[in-house]
């Protein structure tokens, strides 16, 4: 079957690095096509490439559309061809209407006027061609992600898109929303619009997709079709090297107590209703206590609020180092050794103008001081020390944080937050968005910490990852604890069910 889109021999270079050699693509009409590799494989670089953002000219070799070459001056230029691009960051507009984000730049007009009346009935049978029961005046800031995901499926749809690209469109979804996305995909391949489907979860990638790409150090290693091939053959392409332990936690020899939590409650503002119930746990030295639970259950509120930048506390008592503990801010959780790596990296997390040396440090300058100035010299030693020990995959220091695959952005995370030298690590959603290499790099370094004596708090949403890398797991439902289980007491059964408020009782 001749391809829709091609892209033959492709490089691209940046200043002091080739993010793309002689890479070759190709999407046939009707097909979910899967794009995977590491983060800095070239991923991102490849969709830029091929919807517009690195215009005609800026690369070497050719990208043809339907066998004639497409030289795309801009993403204009690749929309008017028929190309979509959904990016995991969603490109809408919460003060606006649904309807209003579907036709925004393109509104239908009759005359000078906009044909309001078209809008809406439009927007109602795009709404209703992705499978979504809303009415076209909903503010799309009331919508959920997994709403948002489908409107904005349907805004590439009203512009008679032949090809989507989406860009790990599941990051932020709950497992519902993911199975509704991926039966979406699955219908419009049944229409013939062709997909380049860009996912990390390699679950997702099987469900989905019909042939799977390969990407590694910006070179395309190998395509497979789905059906012929499995995960380990892909994560053996992706990392170069065989993986044959994801989750290597070692046996944990719990220290004394770090943390203590008794019956905490707190609301997201005084006076408010309480959105954490009677929470209370312990944590020990050298070890690493997971945190689950489904989305809204309170397991960032809970994080965020010990280390002083959300709610106010109602009632409860909470000790950091055998001392009672209330951290009035993060300036003061930092102070007492207790460190936070948020979920949203590029909100709480980083800066995203400002270089890898500047961000690394940014939490520690009142370590780095001699007397009223920062000790430059010193900073550059830790900073370099950082940079090294996480292989963090940039030409140096001064490389901007923004430039900097997902991955890459995450190491800079971490190192910002061990660079504080605390005690007690809060991990939240520590892997989410990044690729299979990257994970085991961050779980070797959670081993390296608990090795050091220092206490981890882990949250994520992937059970296999609560189940591989804690001592001890406790389930959140609804602001209060679920359950709380051992490791020889966990399995996904009753790690789902406490997340979901039951009590698994035994066959």
Known sequence: MPALLEARSITKRFPGVTALREVSFDLRPGEIHALCGENGAGKSTLIKLLSGLHSHGSYEGELFFDGAPAQFASIADAQHTGLAVIYQELALVDELTVAENLFLGCEPRRGVLIDWDRIWRDGRALLARVGLDLAPDTLVGDLGVGSKQLVEIAKALSKNARILILDEPTAALAEREVDTLLELLRDLRRRGIACIYISHKLDEVFAVADRITVLRDGATITTLQSSATNKNEVIRAMVGREITELFPRHT?????????????????????????????????????????????????????????????????HVQLGGRPFEA?????????????????????????????????????????????????????????????????????????????????????????????????????????????????????????LTAQGKAVVLVSSELPELLGMSDRILMLHDGRVGGAFTKPEATPERLLAAAMGRTLTAA
């Open 328 to 448: 009035a801010s993060p300036v003061a959780a930092l102070a007492a050794g207790l460190v936070l790596a948020s979920e949203d990296r590029k909100r709480y997390g980083l800066i995203l103008a400002e270089s890898i040396g500047f961000n690394l440090s940014l939490s520690s300058l009142t370590r780095l001081r001699r007397g009223a100035l920062i000790d430059e010299e010193r900073e550059a030693h830790a900073n370099q020390g950082l940079f090294s020990s996480l292989q963090v995959k940039a030409p140096s220091l001064e490389t901007a944080v923004g430039t900097l695959s997902g991955g890459n952005q995450q190491k800079v995370v971490l190192g910002k937050a061990l660079m504080t030298e605390p005690r007690v690590v809060f991990l939240d959603e520590p892997t989410r968005g990044i690729d299979v290499g990257a994970k085991l790099e961050v779980y070797t370094l959670v081993n390296e």
């Open 252 to 316: 944990s020899h719990p220290g004394e107590v770090l943390l203590s939590v008794d019956d905490l409650c707190a609301a997201a503002v005084k006076g408010g209703p309480a959105r954490l119930h009677h929470i209370s746990f312990e944590l020990r030295a050298g070890e690493v206590l997971g945190i689950g639970g489904l989305m809204g259950a309170g397991r960032t509120e809970l994080l965020m609020h010990l280390f002083g930048a959300w709610g106010v506390r109602l009632n409860g």
